[in-house]
């Protein structure tokens, strides 16, 4: 079983930048970012693998990064130049030995 916490999310204006995280009770060979806003189908935002190699959702390429320190089992995905479109409730969800776990979700709005 892995429990994962997430942290970083709130209300930020258009163009501001916001640092999510997700920390993992153990090490995870694939982390990913999921967003769900309200009456939306839930999508991918970001995965990073064990290997390093990084897949975005196409909106958020060049403004969003993923990344991770395997020392603390955290996953990060930091945020720029925010639009209201990124909206939503962000989880991160983690695959060890085959399995997928997620967090508990953390709002992200954006507003003016």
């Known amino acids: 079983q892995v429990q994962l916490v997430e942290s970083g999310g709130g209300l930020v204006q258009p163009g501001e930048s916001l640092r999510l995280s997700c920390a993992a009770s153990?090490?995870?060979?694939?982390m990913s970012w999921y967003r769900q806003a309200p009456g939306k189908e839930r999508e991918l935002v970001a995965t990073i693998s064990e290997s390093v190699f990084t897949n975005y959702l196409d909106s958020v390429k060049g403004r969003f990064t993923i990344s991770r320190d395997n020392a603390k089992n955290t996953v990060y995905l930091q945020m720029l130049d925010l639009k209201p479109e990124d909206t939503a409730v962000y989880s991160c969800?983690?695959?060890?030995?085959?399995?997928?776990?997620w967090g508990q979700g953390i709002q992200v709005t954006v507003s003016s």
């Open positions: 969800r983690a695959t060890r030995l085959g399995r997928g776990y």
């Open positions: 153990g090490f995870c060979a694939v």
